[in-house]
């Protein structure tokens, strides 16, 4: 049984790009959380996915937009990148969209540095 | 707003003895508590969780927190530390439902380290 997987684990951006990361949940799971790690802190949480809507998200600016598609699999993309957008960027899965488990399942990380 | 606190950036303990690790939250309502363990270059791993019940929660790799509702804490424990526990440790409340219904979103504290000496 697949855990939660990342990609890609490692990425090199310049500022102004674009960026696109993905996330499949755990077999079973149904919903999709992002969170950003900066060095040092804590996750923070971006946003959360069911039911390939946006149900809740927290204090990130538009430039980050997300989708979930019908396989529950998710998309983090972020648009005009700033040297503080250099992070950890971790999905979580779960079941219910809150509902359910209350436990969190959460990937490797994709390591994002924007120069 | 939910918060949780965890006032010990590094916590270093000798292979064997007993360690704990800090939490304390500040919510309105019940809280439901989580402990989360990271290590270097991963993602997070659940360890346990409070929702109800029991205030002594037992979790993974012989871990546990006691939630203290009068002191509002949930420290996290294990009576005989190993090396292999060396790692970034993790405290989490979920915040309060929104409008629309349940969330997911965790609020994660700041994270204390963990160094058990051989």
């Known amino acids: 049984d697949a855990g939660v997987t990342q990609s890609p684990t490692h990425l090199i951006k310049t500022r102004g790009q674009q960026v696109t990361l993905r996330c499949s949940p755990k077999?079973?799971?149904?919903?999709v959380s992002w969170y950003q790690q900066a060095l040092g802190q804590g996750p923070q949480f971006i946003f959360q996915?069911?039911?390939?809507?946006?149900?809740q998200r927290g204090n990130f600016p538009d430039r980050f937009s997300g989708h979930q598609f019908p396989n529950y699999s998710s998309e983090l993309n972020v648009n005009a990148l700033l040297l503080g957008d250099s992070a950890l960027y971790l999905c979580?899965?779960?079941f219910g969209a809150g509902t359910g488990s209350y436990e969190q399942y959460f990937g490797p990380g994709t390591r994002l540095t924007v120069t | 707003a939910q918060s949780v606190a965890q006032p010990e950036d590094q916590v270093n303990v000798a292979e064997g003895n007993p360690l704990t690790v800090k939490c304390t939250y500040s919510?309105?309502?019940?809280?439901?508590l989580f402990w989360y363990v990271q290590y270097p270059n991963r993602g997070l791993q659940f360890l346990l969780k409070?929702?109800?019940?029991?205030?002594l929660v037992k979790g993974s790799y012989g871990f546990e927190a006691e939630f203290n509702k009068s002191q509002t804490s949930f420290h996290l424990k294990k009576p005989s530390a190993l090396v292999s526990d060396s790692a970034l440790y993790f405290c989490?409340?979920?915040?309060?439902?929104?409008?629309?219904?349940?969330?997911?979103?965790?609020?994660f504290g700041t994270g204390t380290l963990l160094a058990v000496q051989p």
């Open positions: 979580a899965s779960s």
């Open positions: 077999s079973g799971h149904d919903t």
């Open positions: 996915y069911y039911e390939e809507e946006e149900r």
């Open positions: 919510v309105s309502g019940n809280p439901y």
């Open positions: 409070y929702i109800t019940g029991d205030n």
């Open positions: 989490a409340v979920r915040d309060k439902r929104t409008r629309s219904g349940a969330t997911n979103k965790l609020i």
